[in-house]
């Protein structure tokens, strides 16, 4: 599968965003989603992971109740919604596909090394 992310940008501190992730093939169900970070200087980090039919959800305790991952199977995308964004989320954000687990919640979920497929990044700026 490929993955192409958009919807970054530029935004303040208290703002919006909403980040997409679409997917080549026709397998999008099958896989499990993640979104990941990364800060200039810093190790990728996980943000939040979506279970294949999307009944299962997974949050960093850093974005949890800020942001929402959600997706449609139908037209093959993974969304992040982003509100009250903080400078600390500036990083380039990625989205990544999981063939092998369907739970997410697990220490697996958390780790990029579990992911086989990622994204190029969009970068997310938020200025205080």
């Known amino acids: 599968v490929q993955l192409q992310a958009s919807g970054g940008g530029l935004v303040q501190a208290g703002g919006s965003l909403r980040l997409s992730c679409a997917a080549s093939?026709?397998?999008?169900?099958?896989?499990?989603m993640g979104w990941f970070r990364q800060a200039p200087g810093k190790e990728r980090e996980f943000v939040a992971a979506?279970?294949?039919?999307?009944?299962?959800?997974y949050y960093a305790d850093s974005v949890k109740g800020r942001f929402t991952i959600s997706r449609d199977n139908a037209k093959r995308t993974v969304t992040l919604q982003m509100i009250s964004l903080k400078p600390e989320d500036t990083a380039v954000y990625y989205c990544?596909?999981?063939?092998?687990?369907?739970?997410?919640?697990?220490?697996?979920?958390?780790?990029?090394?579990?992911?086989?497929?990622w994204g190029q990044g969009t970068l997310v700026t938020v200025s205080s």
């Open positions: 990544a596909a999981d063939r092998l687990s369907n739970f997410v919640g697990s220490s697996a979920t958390v780790r990029p090394s579990t992911y086989d497929y």
């Open positions: 093939g026709r397998t999008f169900s099958t896989y499990s």
């Open positions: 979506i279970s294949r039919s999307g009944g299962n959800t």
